[in-house]
Each structure stands twice: as structure tokens, then as C-alpha cells.
T-cell receptor, first 113, second 110 residues
Framework: DTGVSQNPRHKITKRGQNVTFRCDPI?????LYWYRQTLGQGPEFLTY????????KSRLLSDRFSAERPKGSFSTLEIQRTEQGDSAMYLC???????????FGQGTRLTVV | SQQGEEDPQALSIQEGENATMNCSYK?????LQWYRQNSGRGLVHLIL?????REKHSGRLRVTLDTSKKSSSLLITASRAADTASYFC??????????FGQGTRLTINP
């Protein structure tokens, strides 16, 4: 499968715990994006990488959120001290650049209890 | 901030009918993309239309783009139950990130 892959697909965690999600983009894509989506809403941009460089972070991304893309390949999104408001679908996407098609993974659904 | 806004927010039609969804955006674009999302799943890329194109087809999908009105439409012909999903338009903001609207929830009734 050469599409965008996200793991895990579902995560249930207790409030206050840390969680980490992984995204494997399409191999030749330089760009990798993280989005968050809540029920009934469109995806909201969180951050993106050009190769290994994190070029933009949304104001939605509080200090509890951190993302990395070591060596410009896969990426991880970590949420520390989770809160119930963090419950959402976290989507990863990749593209060649900022002008072409962006392809999404299946998402990781986070539930904070 | 939203770049695209879809209209209507929800649409319910009978199987076999055509479904039309509209998208308006605010700033100039290089291209506009449409996505489908089934409940609880990721986004599936449907079609990309460039700013110098007025119409594009893919199977039962027809997308139009009017840059003078900053609007686009997605037409699904001969709808099927499997077309039931949310549909989003998105455009690149400053060639840095895709910005999405709220989506249109399409329901196809058998």
C-alpha cells in the first residue's frame, strides 16, 4: 500500500496521560501535514513539514502538542497531559508541494476519558 | 480561518438523482480540490481543478470553477447509496497549507 498510513486508528486514554500518533506519508512526498477534525466540522490545520523542517504551526497547537519528522520521513504527533477537549480525529496528509494534490490517511481517533 | 465554505450544509436526495454542492472561497487560488469523507474515516481525494480550468470530469463527477466569482461546484450524477458522505472543498493558502470549509453532508436515500 503506497498511501498515507496512520497508527493507531483508535486511541482511548485517560485525562492527563500522554499519547503519540504516527504518520507514514507517501514516500516521494516532501510535505507532511497534521490536521484535527471534530464532529461535524472540517479539518483544521495544525502544522506542516517540508522534509524535516517544521515550517508552520497553528495557534491551535498549544504547548502540550509537539510534532516531529526526523529525517524527513515519518512523523509523530505527541499530546502531553491530554484533556477531554483533545478528543478528535487527527488526520495526516502528504503532498509533493503546496500546489498539487494532498492525500490523507485514515486518521487516528482520540478519545480522552 | 476558513478559505472555502460549502453550500448547502446538508443535502438529501433520492438514489439516481443528481447532487450539486457549491463552494466559495475568499482569496485567489492556484487550484481547488474536492474531497469525500465517509463517516469516521479519512478524506479521499476526488479531483483537483486548476485556476486556468473551467470544468473537469472524473467518472460521475463534474467540477466547475469560476474564478471571477470565487466559487466552485461539484456535481455527482446518477447518485448511489455509496455516495452518502461529507464533501469538502479545499484550497492552498499561500502554498503552505490546505484550508477546508465545513463541508456538505450528502445523504442518498434508496
Amino acid at each position: 500500500d503506497t498511501g498515507v498510513s496512520q497508527n493507531p486508528r483508535h486511541k482511548i486514554t485517560k485525562r492527563g496521560q500522554n499519547v503519540t500518533f504516527r504518520c507514514d506519508p507517501i514516500s516521494e512526498h516532501n510535505r507532511l501535514y497534521w490536521y484535527r477534525q471534530t464532529l461535524g466540522q472540517g479539518p483544521e490545520f495544525l502544522t506542516y513539514f517540508q522534509n524535516e523542517a517544521q515550517l508552520e504551526k497553528s495557534r491551535l497547537l498549544s504547548d502540550r502538542f509537539s510534532a516531529e519528522r526526523p529525517k524527513g520521513s515519518f512523523s509523530t504527533l505527541e499530546i502531553q497531559r491530554t484533556e477531554q477537549g483533545d478528543s478528535a480525529m487527527y488526520l495526516c496528509a502528504s503532498s509533493l508541494d503546496g500546489f498539487t494534490e494532498a492525500f490523507f490517511g485514515q486518521g487516528t481517533r482520540l478519545t480522552v476519558v | 480561518s476558513q478559505q472555502g465554505e460549502e453550500d448547502p450544509q446538508a443535502l438529501s436526495i433520492q438514489e439516481g438523482e443528481n447532487a450539486t454542492m457549491n463552494c466559495s472561497y475568499k482569496t485567489s487560488i492556484n487550484n481547488l480540490q474536492w474531497y469525500r469523507q465517509n463517516s469516521g474515516r479519512g478524506l479521499v481525494h476526488l479531483i483537483l481543478i486548476r485556476s486556468n480550468e473551467r470544468e473537469k470530469h472524473s467518472g460521475r463527477l463534474r467540477v466547475t470553477l469560476d474564478t471571477s466569482k470565487k466559487s466552485s461546484s461539484l456535481l455527482i450524477t446518477a447518485s448511489r447509496a455509496a455516495d452518502t458522505a461529507s464533501y469538502f472543498c479545499a484550497s492552498w493558502s499561500g502554498a503552505q497549507k490546505l484550508v477546508f470549509g465545513q463541508g456538505t453532508r450528502l445523504t442518498i436515500n434508496p
